[in-house]
């Protein structure tokens, strides 16, 4: 195989340095214990290390019950994604019928349209509804822009398989329900659980549509992040950034670990 | 196989719900964008164009559509020439370099948008590193944050996985012996760059293209937290005319406005890359 020059290994070198940074100055900030957002200084020493803006979150709570609420929001909608992709994807990839090709498109259609767009019209439809402000309209709302994500990969893991499998169980007696939780299922969960677990940070990352749809009870953790960083700078905002950056982290080596997170996130060969 | 069974029970949840809450709530909108308003009264229920007519000659809109369009063709330019190359120097890395490094590169696609601007606000502020480092090589400070360049830099860092993606499964499918032959046959390296690798990765870089032009057209984070109150792009001004004016009909207009924007230039663009792929088949 071919290797790379010196030339190509600096390049590389400042592109990675250009992906960290922003991330490394967080963590960096998120210790200090001054009152003020103060830059790490270039070239003088550290001045000092403190936990204290750590603290500050959990004595704001609106910052810990934004973060309930987008776990169990991310939970839900994940899962809702999962029961509804699971079924859809078998019908789409095992059978024939008539507008097929443009429910596949119309499930598909989340990842083309614009969030923002996806977010004054779930706005305009609860308005009118007289659902504003309403966690399980929310939840309905996140669960449209996760779901392709899941039916992406269980499509993949659907027509990745030995379709033969299943005949033999058949033919060996097996009912289709059985066939399905004995033979089908296990065969793609791998896409599965990929699937949720994409659709869960998905969820939980999401801001744009969001930050249309929430109301004060129902505010997300990355929109009340987005409207306390427009307001006010301090380093508690570093501090929350900090955690979240440690959270995925910990999601992404989980990921990789168990299925490969370039499979996931680059597609499935 | 099961030809005989009915389908429905089993994409009928599916399709209940995206026709509600996809298809329902997008015709609404456009239906939305041809009410009045008053500022008094509120929506009005009568059918009126004033709001498409406005934008479309308010040197106010168009100069943030302008704006828009502009930024999010750099960002993609930028995005290309960082993320070609670079997954190309990861396609000739070995494990476990090869898998460290492409997670290093994709990986903060999972975390927070926020996050990744907020960290991009401090580098790029007055006190901020960048600036620090510019000071340190006796360059003036500039003010970097709450300009075009800062929305800029923090796009391209945002969306350069979304371009390394599509280059490296187009590399994957290049046989490396390949280019090694070429090598042996006499080809200079130059040569081989321009003739193996890169047609390979055209159709990568294409539709990395198109992924990080829509993305970066309709990015609302971003252009929120680094360009300020004044330095507007598409997705601010809808949520300034919503949270803020209160002019939903003019700020619907607008989302619609964006959205058939993104699938014209969409389709349009798929349309040149399939002849483009003809002609060079045929």
Request: with cysteine; aromatic share 10%; glycine share 6%.
């Amino acid at each position: 195989m071919l290797k790379n020059g010196p030339v190509s290994l600096l390049f590389h070198s400042l592109v990675v340095g250009f992906v960290l940074a922003p991330l490394v100055v967080i963590c960096l900030v998120a210790f200090t214990p001054e009152n003020t957002l103060s830059m790490p200084k270039f070239l003088t020493p550290w001045n000092g290390f403190s936990l204290r803006w750590f603290r500050a979150i959990f004595e704001h709570p609106d910052f810990t019950a934004s973060f309930w609420n987008s776990l169990l929001l991310a939970t839900l909608s994940a899962s809702i994604a999962v029961a509804l992709s699971v079924p859809a994807a078998l019908a789409i990839d095992r059978m024939e019928f008539p507008g097929r090709a443009s429910l596949n498109a119309l499930f598909l259609s989340p990842l083309i349209i614009p969030h923002l767009v996806l977010g004054v019209a779930f706005l305009r439809l609860f308005a009118l509804i007289g659902a504003t402000g309403s966690f399980p309209w929310l939840v309905a709302s996140h669960v449209i822009i996760i779901t392709p994500y899941v039916l992406r990969l269980v499509l993949a893991a659907l027509s990745g398989f030995d379709r033969s499998i299943e005949a033999a169980a058949l033919t060996l007696g097996a009912g289709p329900g059985t066939v399905f939780r004995r033979v089908t299922a296990p065969m793609i969960l791998p896409g599965i659980t990929g699937g949720w677990l994409l659709a869960f940070i998905n969820s939980f990352d999401e801001l744009t549509m969001s930050i249309f749809v929430t109301s004060p009870q129902t505010v997300t953790l990355p929109v009340r992040m987005y409207m306390y960083a427009t307001e006010s700078i301090d380093p508690m905002m570093a501090a929350v950034s900090a955690l979240m950056i440690a959270l995925t982290a910990i999601a992404m080596l989980v990921l990789d670990r168990a299925f490969g997170l370039d499979k996931i996130l680059v597609g499935q060969k | 196989m099961n030809r005989r069974v009915t389908p429905w029970p089993l994409v009928g949840p599916a399709t209940l719900m995206f026709f509600g809450l996809v298809v329902v709530p997008l015709t609404l909108t456009v239906i939305l964008s041809f009410h009045g308003y008053n500022h008094t009264t509120g929506i009005e229920n009568r059918f009126t164009l004033t709001h498409y007519q406005a934008i479309l000659s308010d040197s106010y809109f168009l100069g943030i559509f302008w704006r828009t369009l502009r930024i999010a063709a750099l960002t993609t330019v930028i995005c290309a020439a960082i993320g070609v190359p670079e997954a190309y120097v990861l396609a000739r890395m070995r494990d476990p370099w090869r898998s460290v490094f492409l997670l290093v590169i994709i990986g903060p696609l999972l975390v927070s948008v926020v996050v990744r601007a907020f960290g991009w606000s401090m580098l790029l502020g007055s006190t901020g590193l960048v600036n620090q480092a510019f000071m340190a090589v006796g360059l003036p400070t500039t003010r970097l944050l709450y300009t075009e360049t800062a929305i800029v830099i923090a796009l391209v860092h945002v969306m350069l996985p979304f371009m390394v993606i599509p280059v490296w499964t187009s590399l994957q499918k290049l046989d490396p012996a390949v280019e090694a032959a070429a090598l042996t046959l006499g080809a200079s390296p130059f040569t081989t760059l321009r003739r193996i690798v890169l047609p390979q990765v055209t159709m990568g870089m294409l539709s990395g293209s198109l992924i990080v032009f829509g993305l970066s057209a309709s990015a609302f984070a971003i252009p929120g937290l680094l360009g300020g109150r004044r330095l507007k792009m598409a997705a601010t001004l809808v949520y300034d005319e919503y949270m803020h004016e209160l002019n939903w009909p003019l700020g619907a207009t607008i989302a619609i406005l964006v959205l058939v924007a993104n699938l014209v230039i969409m389709l349009a663009y798929n349309h040149a890359v399939e002849a483009r792929m003809r002609r060079t088949m045929g």
